[in-house]
């Protein structure tokens, strides 16, 4: 069956870094784009990035732009988000979700996604 599993949350300081992993199974990886999004306690879902199915194309939040790179290795089926200089709003549980397309196309529409993971915590704080 089709899994994601995220790991790589944890507890930081601010100005700190930490790497995030989806692993995922049970499908081709290579035939999907993947997100990450993020919930804050008491806030809505937000998208954070988006990678295409060949990892050519990749968007991301105005929020994290300049911080958080996403990328991904069909070869180990697994998508990464590599998150610096996080901040104490960086705080959430990060999900990462199968795109039914192969495009980052209107990523942020919840509509767009069929699989998710069940989440890994981040927590930014000194």
């Known amino acids: 069956q089709v899994q994601l599993v995220e790991s790589g949350g944890g507890l930081v300081q601010p100005g700190g870094s930490l790497r995030l992993s989806c692993a995922a199974s049970?499908?081709?990886?290579?035939?999907?784009?993947i997100s990450w999004f993020r919930q804050a306690p008491g806030k809505a879902r937000e998208g954070v990035s988006c990678i295409s199915n060949n990892g050519g194309s990749t968007t991301a939040a105005d929020s994290v732009k300049a911080r958080f790179t996403i990328s991904r290795d069909n070869a180990k089926n697994t998508v990464y988000l590599q998150m610096n200089s996080l901040k104490p709003e960086d705080t959430a549980v990060y999900f990462c979700?199968?795109?039914?397309?192969?495009?980052?196309?209107?990523?942020?529409?919840?509509?767009?996604?069929?699989?998710w993971g069940q989440g890994t915590q981040v927590t930014v704080s000194s």
């Open positions: 979700a199968r795109n039914k397309y192969q495009s980052c196309l209107w990523w942020m529409s919840s509509s767009r996604y069929d699989y």
């Open positions: 049970g499908f081709a990886l290579d035939n999907y784009a």
